[in-house]
């Protein structure tokens, strides 16, 4: 099998988000990064499936240099390889994505590393467009099954996907090659080894420059919605505090 | 949470370790009305104590430090947040075990107890999961143990608000520190303002920017320390608590591995210094984790992974371990590596208690407290005294240059001796450009450079020869060269020029001048104007707080001369003592005068060839001073001798020094003078004389009559620590200082080895000599006495060893060598007449 | 130019989340009218509740293959709408369905999708406000192309009816020229997973605890006042992360995002990944021990103080009051 996963740098934020004054980007001077949740489950899925039956796997991104950092960890959790789709950019969107990562695939499959199956996360943490895995299917006629919270190779060479719909989960069957994106919940993702880590600072990433998008979804600016103003009505301190707080759930109606 | 009252005794800023120990050792000193604030939630208000490996290994080459770890380690115990596990710091190199046999010495020599060298396969029985083979043996200390630091801190600070004394304010931003007239006067936060004229600042990392509001420095830069936490490990699946291995300290990398529960933690000072300004720490709404937790740089750990796996291989090599929790953890580094503590100089009722770690955290603040509430604390901390820095030792780019260069040494082999790389030549001597003519071996004190020895001379080394002595161990003959007992020698004989610019010099004038100085001074001071008396300086409880000299100038002017190292401690204890009425008043002199001193047999010829002033022994007696002309320039002329023989120190402005220099230098050369070193003036010449230095036999922890200083009658006048000193002088001492030699100086390898100083005095058979107060004996002092020929020490013995032939030994890198008391008491070993001072 | 909506509904019952769209629509449309695509049984139902919703004509499409959900064969049926009607807009509600649908069709009509929209204004580009970090941030963005396709973001709106409903809904059938790639990907059977409760989303009261609850034993008293209240425990990432709670039970930006009448947290902080969550909590009661931790901003009431003591003192007052 011949996995190919694709992860998007975020910046990890607290409780607050503080924008650059020109508002087009997070301010990330005290933040660190990863992925976005999902990505983490696709990560650990893709390797998994490796680790059950055989294959290599390969994890792409598009982001500045820094994101290497976030296949850095994909490779410690156990992934072969890397490439890198070296972008600066803050007006990528969900097309102009999926069109430079159908490039590198295409240049993959030209060098003979045909992806059986190309793993997605459902929607970035960040954008949250929920397009890149969808376009990226048909770009290379292949069908895509969304939002994935349970995933198997079948004995027959078909991929059972299950969704969560409600109280129960809808299950299709598809033939690979195929495009999948993962929720989180899929899997418990690992932590990575020491002796993993130290492997993956040797493992291949391979960097390409792609040329700046034309983007369609065009950003203008970023803003934090103004949080309502609200004072939370203290009702008060410890346990003393339980009888007013009967009160408010009767009155709200729920006790 | 209370409401913020208008006004306050005290205001302690920080609800880390330090400000919760503090205001609960505030109020069990009885202070009422103590405000308490933290810009951050309680319990945990974000602080370097929250992430903070909470590991405590009391040995420590410092004195002071340990004291205040032990104290810190009993407050802990009586929390019940203290578990004992361990510890153990291993060696990788032959190098580091000779180290390891230091810290064995300091712990001997503070008595810390018990402690001992261990093999790889005894290390191995301890720490299971350690590969024995990557390591050549241990150091283990079994009383080390890990604390619940937050807890700690909670029941402190719930201790002092269940007695009413203390009001806590979390969420509550300090805005402005006023200051009215240099003294504290109000704090302004997002609560509101309260008047205090107390403000301890307790703020770790972003102490600076407290201090800044009320105009003072805390020079501290915030510092980052790798630590991850792996997990599960396998081995620690039962685990039942935090920890139930040592923690081991993997010296040679820099880096510790100490068991967290069901994981590991894995610790790292080895990476490259990474510094951030206290303006750049985020707020906790931004912070991802906590403002002092930031977001993890993996390549500056990567080294550390191979380390531990390495040394670890059963657990970090486990490839079911994985990697939890990751973080760059902020942490405060300061110029030296000691902690700021005590009043701010700059403002009046501003107090620091800043760079603490852990360790130290309640001990620091119990000591703070004392010295808040009674001017002094218990334990002697005057090395971390924050009134200790120069201006040019407070800039951002020298703490931060000094920071750097010190976070690769915290597990580092540091010689006793060792010079810095950074911020050097910051204070230059008008001679500077001569003593580099001569080669001069420069080290650094207080900012200064100044010669330690210089190169020129080495051809005295053929004309004393054996006299001038080596040493074959690299260790005893780093940082040092035989060229000083050389230039020592030779000063003896003929005469030598020392340059004594890093003294610190302030003047006492005023109406009120004359009693500023008797209050603070021990010996009489109400003496004829060019009378120069050396007098210690007490604290309350009698011990040391500085030996200088004090000379009359004129009716209403007393120059103090003090050494350059706490200079600027004590020019803030004189002004402290100022009076309200502005009728004495202290200045500082430092950069208006530099001092050459001309010392020998033939300084009076030297001096006499330049001056038609009387410079006979009748004509200007010992302790007098005197402007003199001295060839074309004028000259304070002042006759005392650090070194044991015949001359003065010469004061001359800054700009006229170098015309100094070379007058009595072309003057000397007919009578062979020699420039000479520190390494004669601090070290050869002063030892052979047994005269006391501060910071080494003279501090809090002793006072006069033990170090043999009480010359003469108790004078009438009222002075700092009058009442302790007679009731001192009407007790028998606990201890007496002594002048020891060394008998045979050779190891067990057939090395003459040479002692540096702080080793333990011991019995013949390796007991350790205990006085009635508890304290241990120890090394001083060491050094060559190249004029009598021996190495000597100066150690404190309890007074039934205090005797002349008395045969004891000195412990040195594990081993003993026999030394005998040849002095009990203050008679120097050569010259006890002082036939050459006073000729 | 009118606009275009795909409507989710059960059995000719409209869903929620689509009425709220169908309002958005209504706004964006400014007076020009709305149709609507729906499929599967009961379709044709939904016409009349469409109409007190301004929706003037109700695609229903209809093929023997479209029995079960196939998101590319129903995107089918919609470009085809798309170009046989050239709408201002094409609109749906932000559910995993829908937005899946709408993704494919922006790449079969060749327009660009822009998802989770709150706000949108016509034109060429169209101007739109949409969520990003599940809505702890927003967007402004100018949305061009041929075809502009949006959905929008659950909540974002309040469902309204309009204010003169369309007399007459027209309906037509319509059967879309379906290929046979568009059901490779098709549900070929449901499995039923209910435990018989009440699930996270549906809850009326949801009671999560965080980090601060220590460990999964920790739960205990947050499941008790759940039980009490008739309503089920969530938590946040942290816990799930932790193996205390499995991932069905996280409320947050990639768990499941709750709408409750009151929403409880215990020992939650309020990271903008767990705000996402609950944005559509009627009330929200924070129990935290600060009482500056992110969350009390979004809060509207607040327990200050340790969660271990006051959970069990809430559910202990509970019992009270109802025995006496």
Known sequence: MNVLVCVKRVPLTGGKIVLEPDARRIETRHLGFTVSPHEECGVEEAVRIVERHGGASTVITLGPAEAEEQLREALAIGIDRGILLVSDRDDWDAETTAGVLVEAIEAEQAAGNDPDLIVFGNESADAGNYQVGIRVAHALGRPCVTGLKGLAVEEDGRLRCEQEVGSGRDVYLVPLPAVVTIKEGLNLPRYPSVPAKLRARRKPVDRREPAPPAPRLELVRLTVPADGGRAAEVLGEGPAAAAAVVDLLRRIGVA | MSRLPSTARVVVIGAGIVGNSLACHLARQGWTDIVQLDKGPLPNPGGSTGHASNFIYPVDHSREMTALTLDSVRQYKELDVFTECGGIEVARTEERMEELRRRMASAKAWGVEPVSLVTPAEVKTLVPFIDEQVIVGGFSSPGVGVVDSLRAGTLMREEAQGSGALTVAANTEVLGIDTERGRVRLVRTTAGDVEAETVVICCGVWSPLLARMAGATIPLTPAIHQMIDIGPVPRF??????????????????????????????????????????????????????????????????????????????????????????????????????????????????????????????????????????????????????????????????????????????????????????????????????????????????????????????????????????????????????????????????????????????????????????????????????????????????????????????????????????????????????????????????????????????????????????????????????????????????????????????????????????????????????????????????????????????????????????????????????????????????????????????????????????????????????????????????????????????????????????????????????????????????????????? | MSVLLLVEHVQGELDKLSLQALTFARGYAAGDGLEVMVTGPGAPDTAGALGAHGVGTVHVAEHDALGAYAPLAWARALAELVERLAPAAVVAAGSDRATEVLAHAAVLTGGALAANCVRAAPGDPAEVTRLRWGGSLLEEARLHGPVKLMTVAPHAVAAAAAEAAEPVVAVEPFTPALQEMDLVVQVSERVDMSTGGLSLAEAPVVVSGGRGVGSAEGFAPLEELAGLLGGVVGCSRAVTSAGWRPHTDQVGQTGTKIAPELYITCGISGATQHMAGCKGAKKLLAINADPEASIMASADYAVVGDLTEIVPAISAELRRVREG
Not at chain 2, 262 to 275: D, N, T
Not at chain 2, 290 to 309: G, I, K, V, Y
């Open chain 2, 237 to 839: 699946a039962d685990a039942m608590g935090a920890i139930e291995y040592p923690i081991v300290r993997d010296m040679d990398t820099n880096m510790y591995e100490r068991q967290d529960g069901r994981g590991l933690e894995i610790g790292s000072y080895a990476h490259r210094p990474i510094l951030h300004a206290p303006e750049e720490i985020p707020s906790v709404e931004e912070a991802a984790l906590s403002p002092t937790e930031f977001p993890f740089t993996e390549d500056d750990f990567a080294l550390q992974m191979e380390h531990a796996l390495e040394l670890m291989p059963e657990i970090v090599g486990d490839e079911s371990v994985g990697i939890k929790y990751a973080i760059n953890g902020l942490l405060s580094l300061t110029p030296d590596g000691l902690p700021l503590l005590g009043e701010t100089p700059e403002v009046r009722g501003l107090w620091s208690a800043a760079a603490v770690w852990i360790k130290e955290g309640p001990g620091v603040a119990k000591a703070v407290a004392e010295w808040m509430t009674h001017g002094e604390p218990e334990i002697d901390m005057q090395a971390s005294d924050i009134a200790r820095f120069y201006p040019c030792q407070k800039t951002v780019a020298h703490v931060r240059a000094r920071a750097a260069e010190g976070f690769n040494k915290t597990y580092g082999i540091v010689h006793p001796a060792e010079q810095w790389g950074s911020g050097r030549d910051l204070r230059l001597p008008p001679f500077h450009a001569r003593e580099q003519a001569l080669g001069a071996v420069f080290f650094e004190a207080a900012g200064w450079e100044r010669p330690h020895w210089y190169a020129s001379n080495e051809a005295l080394l053929e004309e004393y020869g054996d006299r001038a002595g080596g040493r074959t161990a690299e260790w005893d003959a780093r940082w040092w060269s035989p060229i000083i007992n050389a230039e020592h020698l030779a000063m003896r004989d003929r005469a030598a020029m020392f340059d004594l610019t890093a003294f610190c010099i302030f003047d006492v004038t005023g109406p009120g001048a004359l009693e500023l100085v008797q209050r603070v001074a021990m010996r009489q001071m109400d003496v004829p104007i060019g009378r120069v008396v050396y007098t210690p300086v007490l604290t309350a409880r009698g011990g040391f707080r500085s030996d200088l000299t004090i000379m009359r100038i004129d009716d209403e002017t007393f120059r103090v001369v003090t050494g350059g190292a706490h200079g600027m401690a004590d020019l803030k204890w004189f002004a402290d003592h100022e009076p309200p009425d502005g009728s004495a008043q202290v200045h500082d002199r430092t950069s208006a005068w530099c001092t050459l001193g001309l010392w020998g047999p033939r300084a009076r010829d030297i001096l006499a060839s330049l001056t038609s002033d009387d410079v006979s022994h009748e004509g200007f007696p010992f302790a007098r001073c005197r402007t003199i002309e001295i060839g074309p320039v004028r000259a304070l002329a002042v006759r005392i001798s650090y070194v044991g023989d015949l001359g003065w120190e010469l004061h001359v402005p800054i700009e006229e020094g170098a015309k100094l220099w070379d007058v009595l230098w072309e003057a000397g050369q007919p009578h062979g003078v020699i420039p000479a070193g520190i390494g004669v003036y601090a070290t050869t010449g002063r030892i052979e004389k047994g005269y006391r230095a501060f910071g080494f036999e003279l501090d809090g922890e002793y006072d006069v009559m033990e170090a043999g200083m009480a010359w003469g009658k108790v004078k009438d006048e009222d002075f700092v620590g009058r009442d302790a000193h007679v009731r001192q002088r009407e007790q028998a001492p606990a201890a007496i200082l002594c002048t020891l030699t060394v008998d045979d100086h050779t190891s067990a390898a057939g090395v003459p080895r040479y002692m540096l100083g702080r080793e333990p005095i011991v019995s013949r058979d390796g007991e350790p000599l205990v006085d009635a107060k508890g304290r241990r004996s120890f090394v001083t002092s060491a050094g060559a006495g190249p004029s009598v020929g021996k190495h000597i020490l100066m150690a404190y013995l309890p007074p039934e060893r205090a005797v002349a032939g008395e045969k004891l030994a000195v412990e040195y890198m594990a081993e003993r060598y026999p030394v005998t008391v040849a002095v009990a008491g203050s008679t120097p070993i050569f010259d006890p007449e002082n036939t050459r001072i006073r000729s």
